[in-house]
Nanobody, 121 residues
Framework: QAQLVESGGGSVQAGGSLRLSCVASTYSYCTYDRSWYRQAPGKEREFVSRIISDGRTYYADSVKGRFTISQDSSKNTVYLQMNSLKPEDTAMYYC???????????????WGQGTQVTVSS
């Protein structure tokens, strides 16, 4: 069973940068797609970025060119480098793992506890 722990959130001024990390404790035979979502007060949780086990990456239009997702598989860690931050990026950011290959014991979907990102104008 996976457990996700996020870190790297904080408060920055517009134009600044942050790097979020999400470490997953999993069995080695479980392969997951790793994603970042965010949710601002009063809004629905929205997709931000995803990285597939083969290295393909996907981004929401709102963050393309500013955010970069990457992973270190040996450390079961996914990163989200956020540059040129805007006030509208302010939200709780959540890490998610979705099973792509594995067995029953791998589970299916896992969410982190969230880390707050606040961007001031």
């Amino acid at each position: 069973q996976a457990q996700l722990v996020e870190s790297g959130g904080g408060s920055v001024q517009a134009g600044g940068s942050l790097r979020l990390s999400c470490v997953a404790s999993t069995y080695s035979y479980c392969t997951y797609d790793r994603s970042w979502y965010r949710q601002a007060p009063g809004k629905e949780r929205e997709f931000v970025s995803r990285i597939i086990s083969d290295g393909r990456t996907y981004y929401a239009d709102s963050v393309k060119g500013r955010f970069t997702i990457s992973q270190d598989s040996s450390k079961n860690t996914v990163y989200l480098q956020m540059n040129s931050l805007k006030p509208e990026d302010t939200a709780m950011y959540y890490c998610k793992s979705e099973l792509r290959y594995g067995v029953v014991s791998c589970g299916t979907n896992y969410w982190g506890q969230g880390t707050q990102v606040t961007v001031s104008s």
